[in-house]
């Protein structure tokens, strides 16, 4: 039964594709949500048998592998556990000698604290980094992390001194990287989509995420994350129709794949609450929050905290309107049904009358 379901899901999203209709696409996210627990079920599972391949495992060679692997699989899904195991791989690099490798562990420990909040922990944790001794790929993920933590000091600090220091640390490390990193890289990707999305040049902005998208496989957490950068488009678009139809398409996808930071249905919940419909934002939302608290984001509990209460008020004003409306509508049924009683005692007197 189940799987007749996922076929069903899967055609009404596929059509939905062909010709955005929202409501089915909305619908199959609802039915998805009912059966998050089943995927973050799987989740865990998988992560539990690496984590007793990794317990068992001797060889540090394959331990790294195994740490590293165990990382991937938390990194969108318990945070803690994500950095929990990037030390396990700085630790058995060290160990084995291999400075690049810890290096990169580093970087991408680093991009871990940036993301969720810790961004002086993220400058400490990359000044322990020797770049003379990273290989090509790992110089390029160094950048990268250094241009992250500074565009994220940049956007969240309230001082226009310190945002110009920091959009100009972000600009010299982002040069770096895009020298360094291959094209098709993700991070590559979303920055030259997001240079040209910023300056308002949206026709080469949309024709970058063409490309990026037709790298990604559909479905996957990667996908969410391009189907997310495409909502932006279709939003500088003012293309109302496309842009819910991508987000709502991210916010899918990462609930398919037991993603705890939900960015994406957080946005979504955002603009259904913009556009009146605030008993599914409120649902959403509540959703959201509850998989950030997960997650262990002290970031994102920022930015949802305050659209969280915004859309618990809308929601409170909501039902009290509608059950002040239902209150009218029973009194007025009631009074209707008194004077409805009235006139048939009325009729009743008068035929009597008649008959005598």
């Not at 950048?143 to 920091?166: F, I």
């Not at 930071?261 to 929050?289: C, H, K, P, V």
């Not at 969280?308 to 009074?335: D, F, M, P, W």
């Amino acid at each position: 039964m189940r799987k007749i379901v996922l076929i069903l899901l899967t055609i009404a999203c596929l059509s939905a594709h062909a010709q955005p209709d929202l409501d089915s696409l909305y619908s199959c996210l609802d039915e998805e949500i009912k059966h998050f627990p089943e995927y973050v079920a799987a989740r865990q599972h998988s992560i539990d048998s690496l984590r007793q391949v990794f317990n068992q495992t001797t060889d540090e060679s394959r331990r790294y592998d195994m740490a590293f692997r165990l990382y991937e699989s938390n990194y969108a899904f318990i945070n803690d556990s994500a950095i929990h195991y990037l030390r396990q791989c700085i630790n058995i690099a060290e160990k084995l000698g291999q400075q690049s490798q810890a290096g990169y562990c580093r970087s991408l420990l680093a991009m871990r604290c940036s993301n969720t909040g810790m961004y002086d922990e993220a400058l400490e944790i990359l000044s322990q980094v020797t770049p003379a001794v990273l290989t090509h790929e790992a110089l390029g993920k160094y950048y990268e992390a250094y241009n992250h933590v500074y565009n994220e000091l940049a956007y969240y600090t309230h001082l226009d001194d310190m945002k110009e220091r920091y959009l100009n640390e972000a600009g010299k490390y982002e040069e770096l990287m895009l020298s360094i990193l291959q094209p098709n890289t993700d991070a590559v990707f979303l920055r030259r989509e997001m240079k040209y999305l910023n300056s308002g040049q949206l026709q080469q902005s949309k024709a970058i995420n063409d490309e990026w998208l037709s790298n990604v496989e559909r479905g996957s957490h990667r996908y969410a994350l391009v189907a997310l950068y495409r909502y932006l488009e279709y939003k500088a678009q003012n293309d109302t129709v496309m842009m819910m139809y991508w987000v709502a398409e991210a916010a899918l996808a990462d609930v398919r794949n037991a993603t705890m930071d939900q960015g994406s249905l957080w946005e979504l919940a955002n603009q259904l609450m913009l556009q009146g419909d605030i008993d599914r934002s409120y649902r959403y939302i509540s959703f959201t929050s509850e998989c950030t608290n997960r997650y262990g984001s002290r970031q994102r509990n920022w930015q949802i905290a305050p659209l969280l209460s915004e859309i618990a008020n809308n929601y409170k004003v909501s039902s009290e309107r509608n059950s002040q409306r239902l209150r009218h509508t029973i009194i007025g049924i009631s009074i209707l049904a008194l004077l409805l009683l009235a006139s048939l005692f009325y009729v009743n007197r008068q035929r009597k009358r008649l008959a005598l």
